[in-house]
């Protein structure tokens, strides 16, 4: 079955950065799109950014446009996002979330998350 | 951009009945809409996808419908382990976007 281990979390001083990973196991990594989504503290679902099969394109939401940055190693089955420039606003749980295998498709299966706290 | 609208913000529902959560696309989406149900503490599950399929595991109680810009999920015969928050996301243009959530109390 599909298994996505978020890890990297932590707290952290406005201004730092944080890399967070994503282990991910039970199904062709290589062969799908992935996505970062965050939750602030008793907040909604925001989407953060994507990346497809091969890494080849990359999309983010505007607020995190220039500071984080998407990336995968497919030898190794992980996904990547760098996190710097952190604010407070960024401080939320980040959960990465895999999709369906079409270019824009519905997350089909999601990590249990991994809490990023940015305070000073 | 594609925004979404859910409402109600939070519902409150006897056990064994029915529960409707509305979702509106401020542009054409056409049936590329999801249903996500989070409970306390957990990752949100995939619940509907293409507006009206069932993802492994869901229950017949819980459908969807709609397309274009106005979608419904309905659950049905309300039980105790439905308490949850629902979010619809659309995935038919970048960037994808969640409703912002309805609450789901039993009463």
């Known amino acids: 079955q599909v298994q996505l281990v978020e890890s990297g979390g932590g707290v952290v001083q406005p201004g730092e950065s944080l890399r967070l990973s994503c282990a991910a196991s039970?199904?062709?990594?290589?062969?799908?799109?992935m996505n970062w989504v965050r939750q602030a503290p008793g907040k909604g679902l925001e989407w953060v950014a994507f990346i497809y099969y091969d890494g080849s394109t990359k999309y983010y939401i505007e607020s995190v446009k220039g500071r984080f940055s998407i990336s995968r190693d497919n030898s190794k089955n992980t996904l990547y996002l760098e996190m710097n420039s952190l604010g407070i606003d960024d401080t939320a749980v980040y959960y990465c979330a895999k999709q369906g295998y079409r270019p824009v498709d519905y997350l089909d299966s999601w990590g249990q998350g991994t809490l990023v706290t940015v305070s000073s | 951009e594609v925004v979404m609208t859910q409402s109600p913000v939070t519902l409150s529902v006897f056990p064994g009945e029915e529960a409707t959560v509305s979702c509106r696309a401020s542009?054409?989406?056409?049936?590329?809409l999801a249903w996500f149900q989070q409970k306390p503490g957990q990752a949100p599950r995939l619940l509907l996808y293409?507006?009206?399929t069932r993802a492994t595991g869901t229950p017949a109680r819980f459908s969807g419908s709609g397309s274009g810009t106005e979608f419904i999920l309905t659950i049905s015969s309300l039980q105790s382990e439905d308490c949850a928050v629902y979010y619809c996301?659309?995935?038919?243009?970048?960037?994808?976007?969640f409703g912002q959530g309805t609450k789901l109390e039993i009463k």
């Open positions: 039970g199904f062709t990594f290589s062969h799908y799109g």
């Open positions: 542009q054409s989406i056409s049936n590329n």
């Open positions: 293409d507006a009206s």
């Open positions: 996301q659309q995935y038919d243009k970048w960037p994808l976007h």
